[in-house]
């Protein structure tokens, strides 16, 4: 790969893991509640679910997937509903001391933490089609195709990794200003409803798209 095309797409990857959606909310989220290192495992989770999209592109099944409306309308309206319930969940959730006397921080079950994360991405038909739309300009047909689609998909990953760190680690700040139950409540209504918002987004994606 010519080191100018992995150069625009290393640009591209940045203004696309910078733009808000699902799992920047959802890595805040879980940066807030639980502090940057286990926090940081549902950001693992979202590039897991990446990984897995990229793979389906590159053995062809993406294509099949983007022209089959039952597919497409099956992942779709399952990550709705995903997010709709994380969004009502959070927006639900009692108010519950974020750092406890001795600084220490509620402990999220990484495993529990990477499944969401996973989830939130993976149920998301739009991550195939425009992973099917961006990455085959960058492809070159004429060079080994494997070798290609690893860069392409570690690049996107370390990108996402890095800028969901960014928003994962600056959430983990807010720890210490939540003392109040009125500002953790305020704060569960917040991101449940930029959950239940994400939902509403992804209902007006068209297959066309």
């Given at each position: 790969?010519?080191?100018?095309?992995?150069?625009?797409?290393?640009?591209?990857?940045?203004?696309?893991?910078?733009s808000?959606?699902?799992?920047?909310?959802?890595?805040?989220?879980?940066?807030?509640?639980?502090?940057?290192?286990?926090?940081?495992?549902?950001?693992?989770?979202?590039?897991?679910?990446?990984?897995?999209?990229?793979?389906?592109?590159?053995?062809?099944?993406?294509?099949?997937l983007?022209?089959?409306?039952?597919a497409?309308?099956?992942?779709?309206?399952?990550?709705?509903?995903?997010?709709?319930?994380l969004?009502i969940?959070?927006?639900?959730?009692?108010?519950?001391?974020?750092?406890?006397?001795?600084?220490?921080?509620?402990?999220?079950?990484?495993?529990?933490?990477?499944?969401?994360?996973?989830?939130?991405?993976?149920?998301?038909?739009?991550?195939?089609?425009?992973?099917?739309?961006?990455?085959?300009?960058?492809?070159d047909?004429?060079?080994?195709?494997?070798?290609?689609?690893?860069?392409?998909?570690?690049?996107?990953?370390?990108?996402?990794l890095?800028?969901?760190?960014?928003?994962?680690?600056?959430?983990?700040?807010?720890?210490r200003?939540?003392?109040?139950?009125h500002?953790?409540?305020?704060?569960?209504?917040?991101?449940?409803g930029?959950?239940?918002?994400?939902?509403?987004?992804?209902?007006?994606?068209?297959?066309?798209?």
């Amino acid at each position: 790969m010519a080191l100018s095309v992995w150069l625009t797409f290393f640009a591209a990857c940045w203004l696309l893991s910078l733009s808000p959606g699902a799992g920047a909310v959802a890595s805040m989220s879980s940066g807030v509640r639980y502090g940057f290192v286990r926090g940081y495992w549902t950001a693992i989770g979202l590039q897991l679910a990446l990984a897995l999209q990229t793979l389906v592109v590159a053995l062809g099944l993406g294509a099949i997937l983007a022209a089959s409306e039952l597919a497409f309308n099956l992942i779709k309206w399952f990550g709705v509903a995903y997010l709709l319930w994380l969004g009502i969940s959070q927006w639900r959730a009692e108010p519950a001391p974020l750092v406890s006397d001795d600084g220490a921080r509620p402990i999220g079950r990484p495993l529990s933490l990477l499944l969401r994360g996973f989830l939130i991405n993976a149920s998301n038909p739009k991550s195939i089609i425009f992973i099917l739309a961006v990455l085959p300009p960058f492809i070159d047909p004429s060079q080994p195709l494997a070798q290609q689609y690893l860069i392409l998909a570690a690049t996107m990953i370390g990108v996402d990794l890095l800028v969901m760190a960014g928003y994962t680690a600056l959430a983990a700040k807010v720890l210490r200003l939540l003392r109040s139950p009125h500002q953790q409540k305020l704060l569960n209504r917040v991101f449940g409803g930029c959950f239940v918002l994400a939902a509403g987004l992804l209902t007006t994606v068209q297959q066309e798209a």
